[in-house]
């Protein structure tokens, strides 16, 4: 059966505020962009409350603006009121909001986005996310139509097996009474993505011949030619004061600083040297415990050693004559193979000086460098020499523990 099938740079799979921006900006950088939507009628559409700014998202519409966005330009066409909150706080709470022509706000979005280069407006229902060897590779549609992609972006928005509910009635249906996205999701569930069900809230609304508006207040909007766009331009906004030049006063302050943050950066690297200097003498006590177990353990692996060989002696010879002297040769030289008596002797010196230099204080840095260099090949020593799993295996925490020391010295003076 023949099916659609293209190729583009980016996938935005939504066309609301995110949607839209996400698809200008890939668009405007030069890449080829295709971007979906349910309805091209539903392009920035703003079914619930109208508005753009107010106090919890007017950041982010600055921020967007700033960065090239279109949200603040397109509100800046179509609103129908614009005013300032919360003026009777402080400045700091001050925020624009602008309610929108909802109808007006999405034709000039469609109609920017229409006229973008680079971006292409296809109407249809994104059903699966297309991923080979773990990575996306595109999309495709209920229709069966296939989209390769570099990347794809979801701004899906609330239409994901969305539902409309008023009192006890629960409607399978998109925002505004389109239809819900109803296959997505399962898609994103197969490609090990946790899905949530989040509520959004729409405000009732009033037949206007049911309202007694000389009972209420008239909320007066600001004059429209202040935008958005040009908030930053408001008297008192903004605000630069001209401070005439004192050098003097000027170095007095900078040098009260600088003496105050010199000094509590040596307070600091006190403090970090003081608890540096605890984590290393608990190291240096835990190395020891290694080293007297090892100590304790080496001449038991001797002694275990000559009983099997003498096991196995018997055990070969039978009931002829065992020749005590040759056993007690054999097992000589093997216990000069793997003594490791002076070994353990000097990893004691290296960690009793360590522990010295420490409480001693000063630069040592570079000394305790030396001595943790010496008793890493101690240790290496210990575990070529070692012919027992248990030697082996306290021998290995040795040497994990004394390259911690020295990772921790170099942080030292």
């Not at 007017?58 to 603040?72: P, T």
């Not at 005013?83 to 007006?104: C, F, I, T, Y």
């Not at 590779?137 to 990347?151: E, I, L, N």
Request: aromatic share 4%.
């Amino acid at each position: 059966m023949p099916y659609l099938e293209e190729s583009y740079d980016i996938v935005v799979v939504g066309a609301g505020h995110a949607g839209c921006e996400a698809a200008l900006a890939c668009a405007r950088l030069g890449l080829e962009t295709i971007v979906f939507t349910v309805s091209v009628d539903s392009i920035a559409l703003m079914p619930c409350n109208p508005n753009i700014g107010g106090s919890s998202k007017g950041h982010l519409v600055r921020e967007l603006d700033a960065l090239g966005g279109e949200m603040g330009k397109n509100i800046d066409k179509t609103f129908i009121q614009s005013k300032m909150l919360n003026e009777s706080k402080g400045p700091a709470v001050h925020s624009l909001r602008a309610q929108a022509d909802k109808q007006d706000y999405s034709r000039q979005m469609r109609h920017t986005m229409e006229n973008t280069d680079h971006l292409t407006i296809r109407q249809a229902e994104v059903s699966e996310i297309i991923v080979e060897d773990h990575k996306i590779t595109g999309v495709k549609t209920y229709s069966g139509a296939v989209y390769h992609a570099k990347a794809v972006v979801l701004a899906t928005g609330t239409y994901l097996k969305a539902r409309c509910i008023y009192g006890d009635v629960s409607n399978a249906t998109g925002p505004n009474g389109l239809q819900p996205a109803n296959h997505l999701t399962d898609s994103l569930i197969a490609n090990g993505i946790e899905m949530f069900r989040f509520k959004t809230g729409t405000p009732a609304r009033a037949d206007r011949r049911s309202i007694d508006f000389s009972k209420m207040e008239e909320q007066f909007g600001i004059a429209n030619d202040i935008k958005v766009s040009v908030l930053s331009r408001m008297p008192e906004v903004l605000t630069m004061e001209e401070v005439p030049d004192d050098e003097d006063s000027m170095w007095k302050i900078l040098s009260e600083v600088v003496e105050e943050a010199a000094d509590s950066f040596v307070e600091s690297r006190v403090r970090e040297g003081e608890h540096l200097k605890n984590d290393l003498l608990g190291k240096l006590d835990y190395m020891l415990e290694q080293v007297a177990f090892i100590e304790e353990r080496s001449p038991r692996v001797v002694a275990e050693y000559r009983m099997k060989l003498e096991e196995k002696v018997h055990e070969l010879l039978e009931s002829a004559s065992i020749d005590e002297g040759r056993i007690a040769t054999e097992v000589t030289i093997f216990a000069d193979k793997i003594c490791v008596d002076e070994e353990t002797v000097r990893l004691r010196s290296h960690i009793e000086h360590t522990r010295k230099e420490l409480l001693a204080g000063g630069s040592v840095g570079r000394k305790l460098d030396f001595i943790a260099q010496e008793m890493n090949r101690e240790a290496n020593t210990i575990l070529s020499k070692a012919n027992d799993l248990e030697i082996s295996e306290h021998a290995i925490i040795l040497k994990t523990e004394i390259e911690k020391v020295r990772e921790q010295i170099q942080n030292i003076e």
